[in-house]
């Protein structure tokens, strides 16, 4: 190794941006191995969800608003989260709303961030030394790094068995999903590991959490098309630990194969719900109500850009904005809050993955109904809005690029305020963007209006990979 | 579409069997539609599991030395899958047992296997006109082709909603496992859809009864090169249909992604086993009996046999004996009945997938023991005795190839006896190999000794994909 170390303070945003960014375009070159301090209690922003404020965190379950079961350990997200938040919080408007004991937030709006500081500890190294960049040997190995993931579940045998045990809480159903996500087509090769990590473990929770529950454990099928590094094993664990830490939930097993072809990781998440509580996609009915969690489009515009940077100047986007919109594709955030709040108050909901009309015409189809959404009442972000404000035609992205990963709700109008009040009390926002319809002229249908009631011509309605 | 259809008797083996022969290599020319009616109520053999006597079979979980729970649909396996029943037959020796009601039996046994008559409609197609080839179009295709395969799960919502919904029986624990088998590693692209669903369930179902469990149901996700064609699809149904009926488990989700690479199949399945009770993997002692179910080393020789079949004529195999062995390569066979007694009487158990020393290493080191193996106690099949007899150095293939789905038991000495009689009972033949020894020189050691108790010098122990 010719790697050399240094300790480096960076006081303030700009420096820690600065050192984001040679991390994410150099990540041989700069490793961030963070210790994170903020000054102040701010407020996380526009339906984000980190809590900035560790030496006031209690990692109780009990603090108002708390996103977290486990709020002491998702106060220490990455450098990049908090980058994140930030450029999030910015990027919002509205009101801020603080927690009960003064230290979260989490409604859209324009709020006061803090001067968010920084003491982290780089690690440079001279280029074509990429840090502990040798590759993996042995099954074995790769257990060892994943092990410690599962380290507040005593049913996964710290992985050293062939199966998990997990003891079912009295009184509540399970509920149960498999999502895979693959290099090429849910992320790009050259991604953060963590943000692969996270992202795959974040689209199975966001669909535990639209059907109103709470996750346990997971299990985890790796494809590799060649041994991966320590390096980038590490990193990937690090994105999963973040997003357990999060999501509140654990590894409980896994298992590993090398074969040619795309890096994939297929997640079979496991929630609780209480007993015959599970919220579902079929029980909507016409003059229902629809809602969406928080905004919609950040991701599909985050893939442009991710995909073509050059697009940000197209739509006269600050960087940081354009940051924000990539963050969003990279680290979608399961709206935890919202579950009880679904259960208690919607008639049926589902996570927003593959477009909002092509989501809602599955809910319309599985239902027997129809809907009309009002285009100008999707929510949109700072960013997205202004977005498309400079290049109207990014609606058809935001209406059907998908990736979003909000909820999508229909609830029965005697129960829209109440809804309204407890998703504001659980600190996540919720916009009314459309209505169910009987089914005219058949099930499953919607139609799109502009802000003259106009239809809108769709091209497409969303992701389908066939 | 230029296909013709005829309806055809066929009668005794000799001719089903060349039907078979032309469905396995002519897929597009000859797929069998079977009715199969079997004239004597005929044993199934060498730990075999299927159940040849339709007529006979009353679907009833009490039926003595049942291995399935819903015996009236095992009834009907394909046509391969009764050929392949009655190959096993002819490959066995040893004693025959019949099941109470005399329609079942279960143990390695030379049983007169009765003569299977089978009338089937075959549709054949000229060249080049595949039957029903015209690929998926859309996800919700799939989805409507394996939605009945939830049939007997109300909680899988028919696949059209977003999450499954599992109501955990009280007092039992869920033992979790997740294990994908892909194109390339696991099967040959030109296996039969078929053996490659059955395979994917097989796998998954392996692991929890080796822990004691008793499969659910089951999450699967799958990964398309391209579209798949209705045929080929419908095909896979069937396989997980039969699979399903024989090991007691249902789909309750799954996700369908499109994206390069080998077609893989990404299943996690869950299981139940009375709370506390799971068979542990770290749980041996020196002094421990070592015991293995079935016979060990088929599916490596029939792997072998798979990629080149000119091997069987090296090994003076029969044509019989030789498809036997790649029967038992296709379709895994999970031996359910052995769940109960692993609870009652195994110190630790596991499924054996990656080689008998690769795994029993594994074992060994998770319980920080060692262990001694005769290979002359390995138990063979009679094809692949006859194998080895010709070819010795198959015998680290026996000892390492993998893919036998068998399961391994530490037993207590104390235990042995009552071990080996619940296993007759059970219809499961069991063969102690070995013991486990204090850990020297270090945990996780496996030596195997020739029937001089000399050392064997493998230049392997088993599969490790990294």
């Given amino acids: 190794m010719r790697s050399t170390t240094h300790e480096r303070d960076y006081s303030g945003r700009g420096c820690a941006r600065n050192a984001l960014d040679l991390a994410r375009r150099r990540p041989d070159r700069l490793r961030v191995e963070h210790r994170c301090r903020v000054d102040r209690p701010a407020a996380v922003v526009a339906g984000g969800s980190f809590c900035t404020s560790p030496s006031r965190c209690t990692g109780s379950k009990s603090v108002a608003n708390c996103h977290f079961r486990n709020c002491r350990r998702a106060c220490l997200p990455d450098l990049a989260c908090l980058l994140g938040a930030a450029h999030n919080c910015r990027a919002a408007n509205g009101r801020h709303r603080q927690g009960r004991r003064g230290h979260h937030g989490g409604s ?157 990781i297929t997640i079979a998440a496991i929630g609780e719900v209480p007993a015959g509580r599970m919220v579902r996609r079929a029980a909507a009915e016409a003059g229902d109500l629809l809602y969406v969690s928080g905004t919609l489009g950040d991701a599909a515009l985050g893939l442009k850009l991710r995909s073509d940077g050059s697009q940000a100047a197209q739509w006269e986007l600050a960087p940081d904005d354009a940051l924000a919109l990539v963050r969003r594709y990279l680290r979608p955030e399961p709206r935890l809050a919202l579950a009880p709040v679904l259960r208690d108050h919607a008639r049926a909901a589902m996570d927003l ?114």
């Avoid at 199975?204 to 997971?218: I, T």
């Fill in 108 to 264: 859209r709006g324009h709020a006061d961030c803090g001067v968010l500081r920084h003491k982290f500890r780089s690690v440079t190294h001279p280029p074509g030394s990429p840090p502990t960049s040798s590759p993996i040997t042995g099954e074995a190995a790769i257990i060892d790094i994943l092990a410690p993931l599962t380290a507040r579940f005593p049913g996964a045998f710290a992985l050293k068995d062939d199966c998990a045990a997990l003891v079912p809480t009295p009184g509540y159903d399970l509920v149960l999903k498999t999502d895979a996500v693959a290099e090429g087509v849910h992320f790009f090769a050259d991604d953060a590991a963590s943000d692969i990590g996270w992202k795959a473990l974040a689209v199975n929770v966001s669909d535990l959490v639209a059907k109103g529950a709470r996750p346990r454990v997971y299990l985890m099928a790796l494809a590799f098309p060649a041994p991966p590094s320590l390096h980038w094993l590490r990193d990937f664990a690090r994105g999963l630990e973040q997003a357990q830490t999060c999501f509140g939930i654990t590894l409980a097993g896994g298992d590993t194969d090398r074969r040619h072809g795309p890096l994939s």
């Fill in 353 to 466: 993955s593959d477009g909002l009309v092509k989501d809602l015409g599955r809910m319309m189809q599985a239902s027997g109904t129809a809907a009309v959404v009002h285009a100008a009442k999707v929510p949109l972000s700072k960013p997205a809005a202004a977005a498309q404000a400079r290049t109207p035609a990014l609606l058809i992205d935001v209406l059907t690029g998908g990736d979003d990963y909000e909820v999508l709700a229909a609830v029965a109008p005697d129960r829209a305020k109440s809804f309204e009040q407890a998703a504001a009390a659980a600190g996540i926002a919720v916009a009314r963007i459309g209505e169910t319809t009987p089914r005219r002229p058949e099930a499953g249908r919607v139609v799109v209006q502009d802000h003259d009631g106009r239809q809108l011509d769709l091209v497409r309605s969303g992701w389908d990979h066939f």
